[in-house]
């Protein structure tokens, strides 16, 4: 069973959410949340596996709720559905802790798959998200598209990242230990000169590691 909070300021969302989630039998909504001091309420008193949130309310929520959740409860994973796509926001949540991110316009079996993946502490990024993402990168310079140097094994480790795997489970599928992977992670950015997962997902996309369709499917 997937214990979920619904964190979002608008209570027709909540409760559509709410009803749309009762019909799979492996979700149970143990909680909702209009602001952030419910939400910090409910996470001291259940730790739900999957937090819904919608931070696009800034008199309600704050992206940096995500960190104050996660001090409180650890496992706790955020899958985010808000009206607001913006570039720079997307990227602000997912650095900030959000393991998923879908726009309003997903679909039930989108949703469904995202708290799916995001229970798992995978990542899911709906279509949309993936493109607004790669487009903010279509107007950098050459170098970046360019091949680096980078080992068979340093590949496989972007490849993996992309499809939303965990340190721990990369570590699980190669053999290797997860400090290992960390180190692999740090080498990696350092010569393609990014600074996050995020951007290392790009990279990805970009280069032909990985799909969109198997990102989106890898969950």
Known sequence: MINIVIADAQYLVRIGLKSLLSTVQDFKVIGE???????????????????????????????????????????????????????????????????????????????VGAIYATAKNEKFLCHKVIDIIIEK??????????????????????KLTAK??????????????THTVYTHKKNIMKKLKINSSSEMIVYAIQNGLVTKEEMAASA
């Not at 995500?66 to 955020?78: C, G, H, L």
């Not at 279509?138 to 360019?146: G, R, V």
């Open 33 to 111: 949340a209009a602001n952030t001091k419910e939400l910090l309420d409910l996470i001291g008193s259940h730790h739900p596996d999957v937090v819904i949130f919608d931070y696009f309310s800034e008199h309600n929520f704050l992206p940096e709720d995500i960190q104050a959740v996660k001090r409180i409860s650890p496992k706790t994973n955020f899958l985010i559905i808000s009206a607001d796509s913006t570039k720079t926001t997307i990227y602000k949540v997912i650095e900030l802790g959000a393991v998923s991110f879908l726009t309003k316009e997903c679909d039930k079996d989108e949703i």
């Open 137 to 158: 990168h279509m107007h950098t310079d050459e170098d970046n598209c360019k091949a680096f140097n980078l080992s068979l094994r340093e590949t496989e480790i972007i």
């Open 164 to 177: 939303g795997w965990t340190a721990k489970t990369i570590a699980g599928h190669l053999f290797l230990s």
